[in-house]
């Protein structure tokens, strides 16, 4: 403890050019948890920036390789903020790479990847090529690799880990190389690549042995161990894993204890020793649950369902089945996968338009420096020129296009609820009511008109209102409609205390096609009472919903009746509404949903129809 008491006093009197001096003075100092915090409280009394953020990061490591990630997080952060607030580029990079992995461990892919990229990013920028911005660099292309694996992009990621290989030789960094065949192993194993994937795991073995790393010895071991069960070895397969079951409890690390006990108790089953494998698999998701790793929990429930299953229990089979599946939709979403997916395709596009860039500046350097070549320099200006011209005018007519595609839709949204028939049977109502002199009835009804008309005219120059704005427009289109029933139509408003519906926001006059529908479709032809209701209510944290429910005759008969009639009454709107909701929900990670339920009644006749519409919260 002495020593390294000194060894941290030493550091604080001395001055260093950048953080990767900081990096280099610690490398092979074994840290402990005291040092750590001895460090950073000295750091904070002298005021030393680099102490400080080398202690946050040396904290945050090490509460990541406990899964207390929120507590990892908050270390990184620290860190990141004072290397920013003192401009130390290096120090940024290597922090950036730091939270990018935590996220990772969590498998919030977006958040990972925005770290990584940016980390990345500022690695291409930084002058020169040093060593340490090589292995930040080859870091951020592994982790972004690894993030390929998630999204289950193999071949992308192989490529990836194959330029992070390259630097990683250049550097004789055999714990990099380890690491990166581990990953090679992985995809290679998901291709389907068997021999492949066994052939990378064992070089793998090979680093971790030479650097003396008994984590790589843990993972690999887990992987070779899986790719035997593949291959149908499971005795074999046991053996590999049994060997580092001490090692993983020694450590400590609680997101490989989960994935080694999982394995354990998967070689089990497969060997048919159900009470051990039980046992193992129970601890593997016990760990997960309390430390936060989904993967880990959706394999458990996945091996725990196998053995039911095996014992014939198929009421536990299924529940546990139906947690793994569950787990794995709420983990890796197709909306999920395709906004990172997006963002994958926008920075490798980037990145090779800054090569080509940077590419093209050598070589007008290189031209400028041959007079003998001048003519064909300007002419390559010229055209490199005439070329972005042409690229921004195809940007700016993509763009206009755009423009008059949502301008199109929004005159089309406001021609569907200023419907001619509508406006026209209205009017003819409301003159009905002034023929037989009921002037009260007139001049109520004509102000209700003039309110809906506005209303209409005004949602139409907004993209979105709120709820309650829209509730108030439909419950005057309502009463409108009502009059050619003769106010027969019972019209009720619900909504859920735990809405506020001055918050929520809805595409405007979103709701007038449904409730047309249920009028039109599903009243009008209709004998005795006719009730229409709208339900609103809270979904879950991600949606709210709305239930438009009428006591009709039914989507089938209804189908009938508009086949026999000579005159059809054209239904516009609800494709339009949905494009409008597509629209609306891009915006939102979630995307929006409609279910249309045929209502029966205790003889099995038809007995209405209910609308329901989920729309994104976030």
């Not at 270390?75 to 290597?94: C, F, G, Y």
């Not at 546990?320 to 990172?340: A, C, H, M, P, Q």
């Not at 509508?422 to 009511?433: D, E, G």
């Not at 009639?565 to 609800?574: E, Q, T, Y």
């Amino acid at each position: 403890m002495v020593r390294k008491d000194s060894l941290i006093n030493s550091f604080l009197t001395k001055e260093f050019e950048s953080f990767f001096e900081v990096q280099k003075f610690f490398r092979k100092a074994k840290l402990t948890n005291k040092d750590r915090s001895y460090l950073l409280e000295q750091s904070i009394k002298g005021n030393n920036d680099y102490g400080k953020i080398y202690a946050y990061n040396a904290i945050g490591r090490e509460s990541r390789n406990k899964t207390l990630y929120k507590e990892s997080i908050e270390n990184h952060i620290m860190a990141l903020q004072i290397s920013r607030s003192i401009k130390e580029i290096p120090a940024e990079i290597i922090t950036l790479n730091l939270i990018g992995v935590v996220y990772r461990r969590q498998d919030k892919i977006r958040s990972a990847l925005n770290y990584h990229q940016y980390a990345l990013e500022l690695s291409n920028k930084y002058p020169g090529d040093p060593e340490d911005i090589m292995r930040s660099k080859s870091i951020s292309e592994n982790s972004i690799g690894n993030i390929y694996l998630t999204l289950k992009q193999y071949k992308l990621a192989l490529e990836k880990f194959e330029v992070a290989i390259v630097t990683q030789k250049k550097l004789n960094d055999k714990r990099g190389l380890a690491i990166n065949y581990q990953n090679m192993g992985t995809a290679y194993q998901n291709l389907g690549d068997i021999e492949n994937a066994l052939e990378n795991y064992n070089l793998s073995l090979k680093y971790n042995e030479e650097s003396n790393s008994k984590l790589g010895r843990i993972i690999c071991h887990n992987s070779i161990s899986n790719v035997l069960i593949i291959k149908g070895e499971y005795l074999k397969a046991y053996e590999t894993i049994n060997e580092v079951k001490s090692l993983v409890d020694m450590l400590g690390n609680n997101y490989y204890v989960s994935a080694v006990y999982n394995t354990l108790g998967y070689c089990q089953i497969k060997l048919l020793r159900l009470k051990e494998a039980q046992k193992n698999i129970k601890k593997a998701l016990f760990t997960g649950l309390k430390y936060g790793i989904p993967t880990h929990v959706n394999r458990s429930y996945e091996y725990l369902s196998e053995i039911y299953k095996i014992e014939e229990d198929y009421k536990n089979a299924y529940i546990f089945y139906k947690k793994s599946i569950e787990g794995e939709r709420k983990t890796f979403n197709d909306r999920n996968v395709l906004y990172v997916n997006n963002l994958i395709n926008k920075y490798d596009n980037e990145v090779k338009n800054n090569k080509i860039k940077g590419l093209a500046k050598e070589n007008e350097i290189t031209k400028l420096k041959l007079t003998r070549n001048r003519n064909v320099l300007i002419i390559a200006l010229v055209s490199i020129a005439l070329f972005g011209v042409l690229l921004y005018a195809i940007y700016g007519q993509r763009l206009l296009n755009d423009e008059k595609k949502i301008l199109m839709l929004e005159q089309e949204a406001l021609q569907s609820q200023m419907n001619p028939h509508f406006v026209f049977n209205a009017l003819n109502s409301i003159k009905l009511y002034i023929i037989k002199n009921e002037q009260k009835h007139a001049v109520y009804y004509l102000n209700k008109f003039s309110k809906l008309i506005r209303s209409i005219l005004e949602s139409s120059k907004t993209k979105e209102v709120s709820l309650s704005e829209e509730l108030k427009t439909m419950t005057l289109y309502m009463s409108i409609e009502n009059i050619r029933f003769s106010n027969e139509i019972d019209y009720e408003e619900t909504v859920a205390e735990e809405i506020n519906i001055e918050k929520v926001k809805i595409p405007p006059l979103i709701l007038q096609p449904f409730l047309e529908n249920a009028i039109w479709h599903g009243l009008s032809s209709k004998k005795g009472q006719k009730q229409v209701s709208l339900k609103v209510k809270k979904d879950s944290e991600d949606y709210f919903q709305i239930d438009i429910e009428d006591n009709g005759v039914g989507r089938d008969q209804a189908l009938k009746i508009k086949t026999s009639k000579s005159l059809k009454r054209k239904s516009i709107g609800i494709d339009l509404t949905k494009q409008r909701l597509r629209n609306f929900a891009d915006g939102f990670q979630n995307n929006y949903s409609l279910v249309y339920t045929d209502l029966i009644n205790k003889e099995g006749h038809p007995k209405g129809t209910r609308v329901t519409l989920k729309i994104p919260l976030r």
